[in-house]
């Protein structure tokens, strides 16, 4: 699978949040976020965090639950904004659920090109 390179902006990192407080990220620094969101794409823990807190959890589609084990994401402060580079083979669509969970709908995809 090729290695794409995603760019983001996340608005106001201090306060952004997902739906769930349990699988929110709770920090206010870009290398926090980064880590965390590094860890959620190479490790399944937020994925069976929110699979386990769905009504029906065998109706969802298994697919969501992939890992990238070599993923890598920095981030970076820039006024008030913050800049966002993953590095994976994942699909976007995981990427997008992963990081609404983690910061809800407070960031905006900018590039995507081939790693």
């Known amino acids: 699978m090729s290695i794409q390179r995603y760019m983001f902006v996340i608005d106001d990192l201090p306060r952004a949040r997902g739906e769930s407080n349990e699988l929110s990220f709770h920090g206010d620094?870009?290398?926090?976020?980064?880590?965390l969101f590094q860890q959620a794409l190479r490790e399944p823990t937020l994925w069976r965090r929110w699979l386990a807190m769905q009504p029906d959890p065998d109706a969802i589609d298994q697919?969501?639950?992939a890992n990238d084990p070599n993923a890598t994401?920095?981030?970076?402060?820039?006024?008030?904004?913050?800049?966002?580079?993953?590095?994976t083979s994942l699909p976007h669509a995981i990427l997008q659920h992963r990081l609404t969970?983690?910061?809800?709908?407070h960031w905006t995809l900018r590039d995507v090109s081939a790693a």
Do not use: N, T, Y
């Open 29 to 35: 620094s870009p290398e926090s976020f980064a880590a």
């Open 63 to 65: 697919s969501l639950g």
């Open 73 to 87: 994401v920095a981030a970076h402060q820039s006024d008030i904004h913050v800049s966002v580079e993953v590095r």
């Open 101 to 105: 969970l983690l910061v809800g709908k």
